[in-house]
Structure formats: C-alpha cells, structure tokens
C-alpha cells in the first residue's frame, strides 16, 4: 500500500478532529476571552508572560514533542504490526490525547497556573496530592530509564545491519555530534548572557553550527567511543548536571536549536512521505493475540505507544509552564489541543520511518536507529543516495536531541517532586533530589546492563498513560463539583485507566514469573523490581480513586469552588 496515501488518510482524521471535536470540547468549557488568565494578571516578566498563541504553540510543542512519539509508535509496528498503531494514533489523540492535554491547561489556568497535582489536592485533598506526587516521581523515573538506555544504544550504534556498512563508526559518530550540540547550546547561552547578542544574529550563527555539528561527528567518530552502560551512566550524569544549572545556560539554549532540528526533521518527514515514493513493507498486523494478559495487542498496544496519542507527562507541561504564558482562554485550543495533534503528526512520521523497511531487516534493531535511517531516507529524496550516511547521522543526532530535552527536564521535575514531598529548598536538598532521582535509573541501568529499555519501556508507558488517566480523574473530579459537563473527560478516563490497570496485572504476573525463573540473583532484581512497582502504581491509582470518589460523595459546599469563571 502507498505510504502517501495512508498519511492523507490519517492528516484528514486530525484535521477534522481539530475542526469538529476540539471546538466541541472548547464549547464544554465555556471559553472567555473576557477572563484574566494569570499570565495578564500576574505578568513578572520571569514566569508569568502573556505570549501570542502561535509563538506559544511552538514552544508548547517543542516541550512535548521529545523522544516518546518516536520510540513508541516503531517498537509497536515492530510488535504489533502498523495497522493497530496507525489506528490508535489517529483516533486516540482526537478523541483522547489532544483532550487531555487541552483539558489540563484549561484546568490549570483556571487555578491560577497550578499543577495537575495541586488541582487534585484542591479538590480531592491532601492525601491525594501526596499519591499524585508519588506517582508522578514514579513515573519520571521510568521515562529516564527507558530515555537513557535507548539513547545509549544510539550512541554505542551497532547492530548487525550496520557492521561495514560506514566508513567511520555510526555510534561514535551520533555521540560526537549530540555532544557538539550541547556544547554549543551552553555557549550560545553564555553568549546571550554576556555579550547580550541579539537573537537574530545567534539564530545566524549557532543554528548553521548544529548541522554542522553533524559533518563534524563523522570526522572524529572514534573520539567517543564507549560501551552502551558506559554511555547510559554518562547521559544520566549529564542530567544530573543539567538540571541544577540555570535554565539560561542549557535548557532555552537548546530548546532553541531543538526546535529547528525538531522542525526541520518534520519537513524532512513530508518530503518523504509525499515525494519518496515509499511502499509500506511492514505487515498491517503480526500474530501476536489481540485480548490476553501477556504480549497482546490489547491492551499493551496502548501503553506501548506512549506518546503520539496520549502522554501524561504533557499534563505536567500544560500545567507547568504552557498555562503560565496563555494571554487568552481561546488559545487554548490552538496551543493544547493543536498541539498534541502535531505530535500525532510526529508520531506518524516516526511510524513511516518502520513501515518502509522489511520486517526481518527491522527486528531487533533500536528505535533511534530505524528512525535515523528512515530520516535519512526521506533525506536522500532531497541530497541524493550518496548523502545517506550523513543523512543517517544526522536524524539518529536528531531522535538524541529530543531525547536530551525529555530527560533533563524529567530529571528537574523529579527533583521538584522530592524536594516539594520533603518540604526542603536548599541547594544541598536539591543536589540530593537530583541525585536521586537520576541514580535510581543509573543504578537500575547498570544492573540489567545494554537493551535494558526493553524491559522498562512497557512499565513507563503504563505509567505514563495511567498518569493521563489519573489527571483526567481529578479534572472530572473538579468539572462535577462546580456543576460542569465532564462526560469528555470521564470516558476517556475510562478507558486509558481500564487498558492500564488491565496492562499492570499482566505486567506484575509476566515479572513474577521472570523472577522466579531467574538462574541467579542479579538476574532476578530487576524483575522484582519492576513486579514491585506495577503492584506499587495499582495500589496507588487505586487509592486515588477511592478518594476521588469519597470526594465527589461529600456534601457540596453552598459557596461555590474555585476553578470556573463567575
């Protein structure tokens, strides 16, 4: 079957989804463009900065847009063949995933910008909020692990398609560029910092520099040359450092230059899939059973999958930072709900990088790589065939820089939940949170040693996913108390909760059995391990329930709750 035509097909289904269905979910919330968001109302200049909608769409869309809507949709065409992937990516973020990330800035702008955990301590009370943080630190952890790992086997780079087939070394290569990236991240930012440059004049120089940063890792590719846990433990110290510098130095610099990497692959991506000419080689569907609790395509297809049709890591976006910059309630739509349809549209691209590739030159082979090779691909269609290992370069440097934006920010965000839980605030309170929250996966890592994210990968998207299902619970929870419409929340809250919760229990049992069969100790911790914390994250989702619903069940207050316009 063409590829072009099926990505027709599936850019039509988000088109109307954002026509019909994102102005229908809009109506539900009553959108007032006369209401004071709180980036007009509190406007410091430092957090608070009403911002444009389409600048603010882009920003929202670079933050959300990192590794997970490409990992995920190529490991499950690799499990479950495209057809049930391209599926739930087309009709899941219309009809869940963009409302969950809309609902979940709506409802963080109507309490004054606050997280998705505050708004369920709000309503539900504290000892949600206390599960809500336990969780999410959980969940965080197990996005680093599995970030990592797959970074890592990009950067070791070598599988057995690959062997002799370039003339310098594929991994080192993508490591050299990706760490020439970073670099010129810092100096940009100190650049800004010092010599106050415009931003006209840095976007001149520095955005150049990082393609040729490309060229110059294939010049020195035996430069960093490490084993795959050697590189996994590097990039989890590089998160560890990277969360505790000033955002000024790293992290807008290299949001920056990622957002035209990000923009710019996506062009590629349309090149591709529309002139390439490419045939889909992958078969609709594998053999794998379609109900079942081990392996199955329901439910595991949708935690395997678990970005590109719905991420609860971006209700901590939306809530984060996105809702502190949202100058009109309106916006809303373009920024929350259009921009998760953008990462579907990310989403796909990454599918069509598999769908062009037989199935026995696939299988096995990491996701940063067939993406860097389908990139190249596509590429060629621009530079020509003899460009394709420098094309391959690039769109495997290309999956690490939006890997490096998921996890530093993962790691800063888990050393706020630590920090929050204990009330501490000092610069040796934050130094411990980090290291804690970047060493669990360094040591986790080391023990299960290279390809480890396989073993992961199915538990953080579970927690993922049951994240987003947890915060539809407490923006239902919040919509029913103040006499709202919720069904749209509700339903999907449903279903992600019911294929989650579903997964868990397969999950635990699969680990179980894993540790069991185990021949020695070592082999048998991460089993445990992870059995512990699918039991942990049940026993979690289900308390919270139990207190969404003792308080949805208490008397109503005669004054109404915040969180509605009068």
């Avoid at 444009?52 to 949709?73: C, D, N, W």
């Avoid at 993406?371 to 290992?389: H, S």
């Avoid at 947890?470 to 294929?499: E, N, Q, S």
Wanted: hydrophobic share 55%.
């Amino acid at each position: 079957m063409s590829l072009t035509a099926l990505s027709i097909i599936v850019i039509l289904i988000l088109v109307l989804g954002y026509t019909l269905y994102g102005r229908l979910i809009a109506k539900q919330f009553t959108l007032d463009d006369k209401a004071t968001t709180p980036a007009v109302k509190i406007n410091d200049g430092v957090d608070f900065v009403p911002t444009k909608r389409f600048f603010l769409l882009g920003q929202h869309f670079s933050a959300i847009a990192a590794a997970g809507p490409i990992a995920g949709p190529i490991i499950a065409c690799q499990l479950f063949g495209w057809g049930p992937s391209i599926l739930w990516i087309a009709l899941g973020v219309v009809f869940i995933g963009a409302v969950h990330d809309m609902s979940a800035l709506i409802a963080s702008v109507r309490h004054r910008a606050r997280s998705v955990a505050e708004i369920m301590k709000e309503h539900v009370g504290r000892r949600a909020w206390l599960a809500m943080l336990a969780f999410i630190w959980l969940a965080l952890v197990y996005l680093i692990i599995a970030f990592a790992d797959i970074t890592a086997a990009t950067f070791f780079g070598k599988t057995k398609e690959l062997q002799g087939s370039f003339p310098f070394n594929p991994g080192g290569a993508v490591a050299a560029a990706s760490t020439i990236y970073l670099l010129l991240a810092i100096v940009m930012g100190l650049v800004k910092r010092v010599f106050k440059a415009p931003l006209w004049l840095m976007t001149l120089i520095f955005v150049p520099a990082t393609l040729a940063a490309v060229w110059l890792g294939t010049q020195v590719s035996t430069l960093l040359v490490f084993s795959q846990t050697s590189w996994a433990v590097t990039i989890l110290v590089y998160c560890f450092i990277a969360s505790l510098l000033p955002v000024w130095l790293l992290l807008q610099p290299r949001g920056y230059l990622g957002g035209f990497v990000l923009y710019l692959v996506l062009a590629i991506g349309v090149i591709g899939i529309f002139f390439g000419g490419f045939d889909v080689k992958q078969p609709v569907i594998t053999t794998a059973p379609v109900l079942g609790l081990s392996g199955s395509i329901i439910p595991f297809l949708f935690v395997t999958i678990a970005c590109g049709a719905v991420s609860g890591f971006h209700g901590l976006v939306s809530s984060g930072t996105t809702a502190k910059q949202l100058e009109k309630e309106s916006d809303a739509r373009v920024v929350g709900y259009g921009g998760m349809l953008l990462e579907a549209f990310v989403a796909l691209i990454a599918l069509a990088t598999i769908m062009i590739v037989a199935p026995e030159v696939s299988k096995g082979v990491a996701p940063g790589r067939v993406y860097g090779d389908g990139i190249a691909r596509f590429l060629t269609v621009v530079v020509g065939e003899q460009a394709f290992l420098f094309a391959a370069t690039f769109g495997a440097m290309a999956f690490s820089t939006f890997v490096f934006d998921t996890l530093d920010v993962a790691t800063r965000l888990g050393r706020y939940i630590l920090q929050e839980l204990t009330n501490t605030h000092t610069r040796t309170a934050a130094a411990i949170a980090t290291a804690i929250t970047a060493g669990v996966p360094a040591l986790v890592l080391v023990i299960t040693g290279p390809g480890g994210y396989q073993m992961f990968w199915t538990l953080f998207g579970t927690s993922n996913q049951l994240l987003a299902a947890l915060t539809l619970l407490g923006i239902t929870v919040w919509l029913y108390l103040t006499g709202k419409r919720y069904w749209f929340t509700l339903a999907p809250m449903i279903f992600l909760m019911t294929m989650t919760l579903w997964s868990l229990v397969g999950q635990t049992l699969r680990f179980t059995r894993g540790a069991l069969a185990s021949q020695t100790p070592a082999a048998a911790i991460p089993q445990v391990a992870n059995a512990s914390v699918a039991v942990l994250l049940f026993a979690l989702t289900v308390f919270l329930v139990i207190e969404a619903i003792r308080a949805v069940l208490r008397p109503r207050p005669t004054q109404p709750l915040t969180g509605m316009p009068a």
